[in-house]
């Protein structure tokens, strides 16, 4: 099992499309409007946001799960952003001032 350091907890790299359920559950208090710029955080293409935001016709709740499924599935430059982990996915909430689910990821699914 591969682990990465955050901060002062470890976390589990092996996260794929089987676990798109805990992915999305643990987003259920994000603003889904934000959900492209968190795609671009997790490497995926600003077309590939495109054309789910034109499959989902603006429902930003379905975009973003359809978001979390292309980043779990490693599309676009996923991999060369630290591929489909906790840790690359709390990065990334970081980054767009969801601090609060970040550190319940890094609680939930981290140990010290």
């Known amino acids: 099992m591969a682990d990465v350091m955050i901060g002062h907890a470890y976390c589990n790299l092996s996260i794929n499309i089987r676990d798109l ?8 208090s994000i603003d889904y409007s934000q959900w ?3 795609g671009v955080l997790l490497g995926l293409f600003y077309h590939t946001l495109g054309a789910i935001d034109e499959n989902c016709r603006g429902n930003v709740k379905k975009c973003l799960m359809e978001c979390m499924a292309a980043w779990l599935q490693s599309e676009d430059k996923v991999r060369e952003k630290g591929g489909p982990s906790w840790s690359s996915l709390a990065i990334a909430l970081e980054k767009i001032g969801a601090n609060d689910i970040a550190s319940n990821i890094r609680t939930k699914y981290c140990r010290p």
Request: glycine content about 0%; overall charge negative; charged content about 45%.
């Open 36 to 38: 492209k710029t968190l």
């Open 21 to 28: 359920d805990d992915v999305f559950e643990e987003l259920m």
